[in-house]
Nanobody, 121 residues
Framework: QVQLVVSGGGLVQPGGSLRLSCVAS????????MNWYRQAPGKERELVAT????????NYVDSVKGRFTIPRDNAKSTLYLQMNSLKPEETAVYYC??????????????WGHGTQVTVSS
């Protein structure tokens, strides 16, 4: 059974940093595009960052560019989200997602449990 185990959330002061980790098991990690999403109270889930399976190409929502990075370690089946200069409005539950497009079938997605990130003084 595929599992994505997320860790690293917590309380941080504005301007601080956190690193989230997402460890996959029973998953061919290297063939999945990996994403981080977040959902703030009363808001829709938002795609924060993406890293491609093969090229390692990354993409970020404009609001986090220059502050967040999304490295992956295929040998460890682990995805990270390094978050720097955090802002109070980035308080949210953060989710890890594994995504793969399968021709004809459509797509396959797996989700980790969320981890709470609270940015507050």
């Amino acid at each position: 059974q595929v599992q994505l185990v997320v860790s690293g959330g917590g309380l941080v002061q504005p301007g601080g940093s956190l690193r989230l980790s997402c460890v996959a098991s029973a998953l061919s990690f290297s063939i999945y595009d990996m994403n981080w999403y977040r959902q703030a109270p009363g808001k829709e889930r938002e795609l924060v960052a993406t890293i491609g399976k093969a090229t390692g190409l990354t993409n970020y929502v404009d609001s986090v560019k220059g502050r967040f990075t999304i490295p992956r370690d295929n040998a460890k089946s682990t995805l990270y989200l390094q978050m720097n200069s955090l802002k109070p409005e980035e308080t949210a539950v953060y989710y890890c997602n594994a995504h793969r497009i399968i021709p004809v079938v459509g797509h396959r997605d797996y989700w980790g449990h969320g981890t709470q990130v609270t940015v507050s003084s």
